[in-house]
Nanobody, 116 residues
Framework: QVQLVESGGGLVQAGGSLRLSCAAS?????????MGWYRQPPGAQRELVAG???????NYADSVKGRFTISRDNARNTVYLEMNNLKPEDTAVYYC?????????WGKGTLVTVSS
């Protein structure tokens, strides 16, 4: 059974940095999964933040380009989201997503709060 566990969220001041991690288990071929980070701000819908394909091609929401970096370590079955120059509008619950053998999997989320 595929499981995704996020960590690294917390409270940070505007302009600060955080690194989120997502540890995946239950995947025979982690490197074959398309991984992504989504977020859901208070009172808003979930939105894509960044994605990384099996070939390490990445894509980002316009709002985080130049500030966030997604990466993966296939040896550790882990995907990361490096977040720099954080803004109050980045406050949200951040979810790890895996698209693996035509199925979407989600973690339970980690809360990021950016104070002004």
């Amino acid at each position: 059974q595929v499981q995704l566990v996020e960590s690294g969220g917390g409270l940070v001041q505007a302009g600060g940095s955080l690194r989120l991690s997502c540890a995946a288990s239950g995947m025979m071929i982690f490197r074959g999964a398309r991984m992504g980070w989504y977020r859901q701000p208070p009172g808003a819908q979930r939105e894509l933040v960044a994605g990384i394909a099996s070939g390490d091609t990445t894509n980002y929401a316009d709002s985080v380009k130049g500030r966030f970096t997604i990466s993966r370590d296939n040896a550790r079955n882990t995907v990361y989201l490096e977040m720099n120059n954080l803004k109050p509008e980045d406050t949200a619950v951040y979810y790890c997503n895996a698209f693996y053998f035509s199925t979407n999997y989600w973690g339970k989320g980690t809360l990021v709060t950016v104070s002004s």
